[in-house]
């Protein structure tokens, strides 16, 4: 095998390739594969949402077979899941795993349950040794079909999809393995999906990792306007904001009569980039674990008193090498329209974010920068920063203050107002003497310094010298009060599920009697074409009622026992969250307390 990599470079595309839906569906899609085969820089691994069709998928892979030779298309539900991975390095592992909550039959004009919406997982392996695999977590969850100031019902099938695709990416990381986890979530940052998984999962958002001050959804988005700030551009939201959905680039977005213009080639239909877009909003994501590892280095003989005080530091891994995955570029792609039709490619654009395994020195970057290398102010407005800088650079230094709060501590800021004043905005940016330091940046806020876990054997870490294990991001959960709203959705979807099993089922046993008055009532009626009629009512009504009652039988009941599964799983999280070790535990230590309640009945009874 090649050398190791120290550069990953990551696609997530929603192709729209809805069949006999999605307009030009079979050229746009061909157009893809061109488009991913020619990205710079050649991409590693890639990400696919709805290619329905085996066919398109052929076409994708006929088209990358050079730069992506390995690929597979996932089989799930009864249309497929719409789900493919490419990769540059043979896939050793594969499984499609389906979602416990994913929509309901009975909204068959929407398909989610049909199609069998799950994640596509894949493990790649990119090296010989043991932990040089990738595992990639490919996922298209549940739609917002619902809009406020509708009750958006399905909200309780996205968070349950959060956390089963936030408990597999754990498990990856955990296993010392890179995760990564990208596709279409259908959602917008910091929502309560996003901060389910985020969470829950030691994973890091790739474009808040560079962009920590993008929006958090579209302009008219009740948090975004909360935040006070001006109606982004169309350049801006590509550039800063990371949209990828209803942009006002994107031809699909457009008014029926300009996409029937664009259409005949009447006109080019060219959009300026100061072009106002309050509806382009981010729902295509790259998450990562940075699987930061260090290693302290070496003591040097013969140190003088002061200097042993100094190395003594390394006990805390203040002088030591960290080793861990850092965003070194992401962007929005895919931008370009079909050559001939003259169309976007998709009605998303995709997401493009190269990793790089960085190493950092922390003895050297814990000296205060330069006056050389000081960062200058940010510009007030996002649309003078767009006439200014027509090129995304490749790093983002953020400030100590993004990275020195954990996730918990900005989802508390996020419920308790902080975000609605404009922070600095995003765009600071530095040259190339800066990079190096954005990259340890990166790395520092990933790294857990918690003295205790650094070296938690009590050993002497200059001993041998080694490596130390693999840290992953600590993820401490939501507030309580997040649970409490979390349990307070689910307890209110069982109620109407319930609601909807018991109507059912009556219609099942209504339909069932009116049929029995029917065949009844046919012996006494004189005239033949009233008892065809009769029958025919009976039977098509009772043919209703059975789909009701299997629906009853078979559906709600496995959906509620589903989500009684996820709502123990959110209370074992709350009673973590609030001191309690699990609901497991706390329920053996109540058994055990009242087993030595009956021990010491009996004894005073003897």
């Known amino acids: 095998m090649e050398d190791l990599p120290t550069e990953l470079n990551i696609i997530t595309l929603n192709c729209w390739g809805l069949l006999h839906l999605s307009q030009h569906r079979a050229e746009r899609l061909t157009a893809i594969g061109r488009q991913l085969a020619a990205s710079d820089p050649v991409p590693h691994i890639v990400g696919l949402q709805e290619c329905w069709t085996q066919e398109d998928y052929r076409n994708i892979r006929r088209e990358t077979r050079f730069a992506l030779p390995f690929g597979k298309f996932y089989h799930s539900g009864a249309f497929g899941g719409g789900l493919a991975i490419l990769s540059r390095w043979p896939i050793e592992e594969s499984t499609m795993f389906q979602y416990p909550l994913n929509g309901r039959p009975t909204a068959f004009f929407r398909g989610d349950w049909f199609v069998g919406k799950g994640v596509a997982c894949a493990k790649i392996r990119y090296g010989s040794g043991e932990k040089d695999v990738v595992e990639v977590f490919n996922t298209h969850t549940h739609a917002i079909y619902e809009h406020a100031p509708k009750n958006d019902s399905y909200e309780v099938?996205?968070?349950?999809?959060?956390?089963?695709?936030?408990?597999?990416?754990?498990?990856?990381?955990?296993?010392?393995?890179?995760?990564?986890?990208?596709?279409?979530f259908n959602d917008v940052p910091m929502s309560l999906a996003y901060r389910m998984f985020t969470a829950h999962a030691p994973i890091k958002d790739a474009w808040r990792v560079v962009n920590p001050d993008s929006s958090l959804g579209?302009?008219?988005?009740?948090?975004?306007?909360?935040?006070?700030?001006?109606?982004?551009?169309?350049?801006?939201?590509?550039?800063?904001?990371?949209v990828t959905s209803n942009s006002a680039y994107n031809t699909w977005t457009w008014p029926k009569s300009e996409q029937r213009a664009l259409k005949s080639g009447k006109r080019p239909m060219l959009i300026p980039p100061d072009t106002p877009d309050p509806r382009g909003k981010r729902l295509d994501y790259i998450f990562f674990s940075p699987q930061v590892s260090s290693t302290p280095n070496p003591e040097p003989v013969g140190l003088t008193e002061a200097a042993a005080?100094?190395?003594?530091?390394?006990?805390?891994?203040?002088?030591?090498?960290?080793?861990?995955?850092?965003?070194?570029?992401?962007r929005v792609g895919m931008l370009s329209r079909h050559p001939e039709l003259g169309c976007s490619l998709s009605d998303h654009f995709?997401?493009?974010?190269?990793?790089?395994?960085?190493?950092?020195?922390?003895?050297?970057?814990?000296?205060?920068?330069?006056?050389?290398?000081?960062?200058?102010?940010?510009?007030?407005?996002?649309?003078?920063?767009?006439?200014n800088r027509l090129e995304k650079p490749s790093s983002h230094p953020s400030t100590a203050d993004h990275y020195a709060h954990d996730h918990a501590a900005s989802l508390l800021a996020l419920e308790h107002g902080t975000y609605l004043q404009s922070p600095t905005g995003s765009e600071v940016r530095v040259g190339a003497q800066g990079i190096r330091a954005s990259f340890d940046e990166q790395l520092r806020s990933f790294s857990d310094t918690d003295p205790s876990q650094v070296n938690a054997s009590g050993s002497n870490p200059h001993a041998s010298h080694q490596?130390?294990?693999?840290?992953?991001?600590?993820?401490?959960?939501?507030?309580?009060?997040?649970?409490?709203?979390?349990?307070?959705?689910?307890?209110?979807?069982?109620?109407?599920?319930?609601?909807?099993?018991?109507?059912?089922?009556?219609?099942?046993?209504?339909?069932?009697?009116?049929?029995?008055?029917?065949?009844?009532?046919?012996?006494?009626?004189?005239?033949?074409?009233?008892?065809?009629?009769?029958?025919?009512?009976?039977?098509?009504?009772?043919?209703?009622?059975?789909?009701?009652?299997?629906?009853?039988?078979?559906?709600?009941?496995?959906?509620v026992r589903a989500l009684k599964e996820f709502e123990w799983e959110i209370m074992n999280a709350k009673a973590t969250a609030s001191g309690a070790q699990g609901l497991g535990l706390t329920q053996q230590v109540h058994e055990g307390e009242e087993g030595n309640a009956a021990t010491t009945t009996n004894e005073k009874s003897w």
């Open 157 to 184: 099938h996205r968070l349950a999809q959060s956390w089963e695709i936030a408990k597999l990416v754990r498990g990856a990381a955990e296993r010392g393995h890179l995760a990564v986890a990208l596709g279409d």
């Open 218 to 242: 579209s302009a008219s988005h009740e948090v975004e306007r909360a935040r006070r700030r001006p109606v982004p551009t169309a350049s801006f939201n590509i550039k800063e904001n990371g």
């Open 309 to 330: 005080a100094r190395a003594s530091k390394d006990d805390a891994g203040e002088n030591s090498t960290s080793k861990g995955w850092v965003v070194k570029d992401i």
């Open 350 to 387: 995709s997401v493009e974010a190269t990793l790089l395994l960085h190493t950092s020195n922390t003895a050297l970057s814990n000296y205060p920068p330069s006056r050389h290398s000081s960062i200058p102010p940010s510009p007030s407005s996002p649309h003078d920063k767009d006439k």
């Open 467 to 559: 490596s130390r294990p693999p840290r992953t991001v600590k993820y401490e959960g939501l507030p309580c009060t997040t649970y409490d709203e979390v349990l307070s959705a689910i307890h209110a979807y069982i109620a109407r599920e319930q609601r909807q099993r018991r109507l059912r089922s009556i219609h099942f046993y209504v339909w069932a009697a009116v049929l029995f008055a029917c065949y009844v009532a046919v012996w006494f009626v004189p005239y033949p074409g009233v008892s065809f009629v009769l029958l025919l009512l009976g039977s098509l009504g009772l043919l209703a009622g059975v789909v009701d009652g299997l629906m009853a039988l078979l559906f709600f009941g496995s959906e």
